[in-house]
């Protein structure tokens, strides 16, 4: 099973969903798009797979969307998807495709349901949440 994950190294929770995809037994596509950056049809395509918007795959917190006018909502999805192209950091991370489905694993907690395998437990957050406890049932 092929798994690709658009991943941001920075991001705790892209680090949490890449770990708990690698306890599963997979080893995924990691894409840093903050290297590669965002080619047109490809966001389009991860978006209409993950029935996501441009506003609401937009990243608000350390990103450059309030300064760039991107949080007001008069404008438009179209320049919000633009805006996203030319700075890849706008988009949330991180966006899981998997034969499953494809999803914005926000929280981290949502990729087991992409996988083949659950990851056997336990397994913690970077921040000591525990995701999985010992039976592999999902903490809640």
């Known amino acids: 099973m092929t798994i690709v994950i658009h991943h941001n190294s920075d991001c705790g929770t892209s680090r949490n969903v890449l770990s708990i995809i690698r306890a599963s ?5 990691v894409i840093e798009y903050l290297h590669t950056g965002w080619t047109r049809p490809q966001l389009l395509g991860l978006f209409a ?3 996501l ?9 350390k990103s450059p969307a309030e300064a760039l006018g991107l949080l007001d909502e008069t404008v438009s999805e179209e320049a919000v998807f633009d805006a996203m192209i030319e700075y890849p950091v706008l988009v949330n991370r ?3 495709c998997s034969p499953k489905g494809v999803r ?3 929280p981290s907690e949502t990729v087991p349901d992409l996988l083949e395998t659950m990851p056997p437990g336990p397994l ?3 921040d000591g949440q525990m995701i999985l406890n010992k039976n592999g ?4």
């Open 53 to 61: 918007t441009p506003r609401n795959a937009l990243r608000i917190t």
């Open 49 to 51: 797979a993950a029935d």
């Open 104 to 106: 914005l694993c926000r």
């Open 137 to 140: 049932d999902r903490v809640d």
């Open 25 to 29: 037994g997979v080893e995924p596509v």
């Open 94 to 96: 991180p966006i899981v």
């Open 124 to 126: 913690y957050k970077e």
